[in-house]
């Protein structure tokens, strides 16, 4: 039937389920989205439990991008049908758009762990058991947790992700430490003091660092701490990052860079189109290093403000060879004397990898001398680039 049909329906009785429901469906498949979201909202308002506009109403959800509010229709329909595997399946997959796969191999990383654990206990015998402690970013409320073992009273923490707040509440509870850890849903810009914590926090702990430093917006986020929930003085953890790097030769990480001959056609063109930054595994990779280990950024995470920043790094070529890129680890300055470093050389599960930052084409480089590069960042991303590169 056409939608005018449904419309007059609906003009006459505005909560008429089957009208709700079929306009929907039929606005849904025109590509008209919001209007379809609409209709299945009414239609999930009119009758609550219906797994039809519960159903549809997610499904338009997940083509408007709306992937957390879907996730909460479709964890609410499996409830009601248990037995659904399609519904237990549309779950898992929602909850992988917002969930990233790398949360599970980062609880696992007993190295980091036991780096930020050290750090923390540290810090708060140093200020105290009772002042205010923020961390940002909860996950599973692992760092809370450890405040609260290392003896601290008034934790919060928020996290952004509903779906992971939700279960960091249920594992703080778990351990027997909601009494002493708050866990709030909301992202850390929109934290409130006097709402969401009693005071501006004396320690602030946060694991949002990237494999590539700043790609969970790090330097936004602290930047707002630093200006609305934290005291002068207070205790940062970490206190500062590093971005390090080498360069490489690799012949397996060339065919991830660049492209030259296919089937008999020129098609090197397409190298132009080659992704600015890789995930690699160090020690699953065939490479060759050219260069030692150099800093090539680092971020002060106790400074208020960050500006963007760019400078000419020489890297000292220890070895001839074709170079493919850097690639680039992260070092965590956590408190005095405690360090956390993915390097590749012996690094191999955790949930940081390394970075592949590769050239715009390969550069043949001669041991003695110094290859130079523009290092820097854009607050959200670093830079690396060949300064030949960066001329033409
Ligand atoms: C790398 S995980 C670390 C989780 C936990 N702190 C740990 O170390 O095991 C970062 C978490 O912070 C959350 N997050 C990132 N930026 C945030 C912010 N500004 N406010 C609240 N949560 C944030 C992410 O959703 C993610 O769950």
């Not at 519960?54 to 996730?71: D, G, P, T």
């Not at 909860?138 to 279960?167: D, F, H, K, Q």
Request: charge should be negative.
């Amino acid at each position: 039937m056409a939608i005018g049909y449904w419309n007059d329906m609906l003009a006459i009785k505005p909560d008429h389920l089957v009208a709700l429901l079929e306009k929907g469906a039929l606005v849904l498949k025109r590509g008209e989205t919001d209007e379809a979201i609409r209709c299945f909202e009414a239609a999930a308002i009119v009758s609550p439990d219906n797994p039809l506009a519960l159903n549809n109403l997610a499904v338009a959800l997940v083509q408007a991008s709306r992937h957390h509010e879907a996730l909460d229709h479709f964890r609410r329909l499996a409830g009601l049908q248990p037995e659904n595997i399609m519904l237990q399946h549309q779950v898992r997959r929602q909850t992988s758009r917002v969930v990233p796969f790398w949360h599970i191999p980062m609880l696992n990383d007993v190295h980091r762990n036991a780096a930020f654990e050290e750090a923390i206990k540290k810090v708060v015998a140093a200020r105290g058991t009772s002042v205010q402690i923020l961390d940002i970013g909860a996950g599973s409320g692992l760092l809370s947790m450890m405040a609260a073992r290392a003896g601290a009273t008034n934790i919060v923490t928020c996290e952004a992700v509903p779906v992971i707040a939700e279960i960091a509440k249920r594992i703080v509870a778990q351990n027997g430490f909601s009494d002493r850890i708050a866990v709030v849903d909301k992202i850390s810009t929109d934290l409130v003091i006097g709402r969401d914590m009693g005071a501006r926090a004396d320690i602030l702990v946060s694991e949002i660092l990237s494999s590539d430093l700043l790609a969970e917006d790090v330097l936004n986020t602290f930047e707002d701490a630093h200006a609305r929930l934290t005291n002068e003085g207070a205790t940062i953890i970490p206190r500062a990052a590093t971005a390090v790097g080498c360069l490489v030769e690799s012949n397996v990480l060339n065919q991830y860079a660049f492209v030259e001959e296919v089937s008999g056609f020129d098609v090197s063109e397409f190298t132009q189109l080659a992704a600015n930054r890789l995930p690699v595994h160090g020690t699953m990779t065939e490479w060759k290093r050219l260069s030692p280990d150099v800093d090539l950024q680092k971020i002060d995470l106790t400074q208020s403000k960050y500006a963007e920043e760019m400078r000419i790094v020489e890297i000292p070529v220890i070895s001839d060879g074709i170079a493919t890129g850097i690639v680039q680890w992260i070092k965590i300055d956590l408190a005095e004397g405690v360090e956390f470093v993915n390097h590749p050389d012996n690094y191999s599960d955790g949930g940081w990898l390394q970075i592949l930052h590769p050239f715009p084409r390969p550069i043949q480089v001669e041991s003695g001398t110094a290859l130079q590069i523009i290092a820097g960042h854009d607050r959200s991303s670093l830079i690396l680039m060949p300064l030949s590169s960066a001329r033409n």
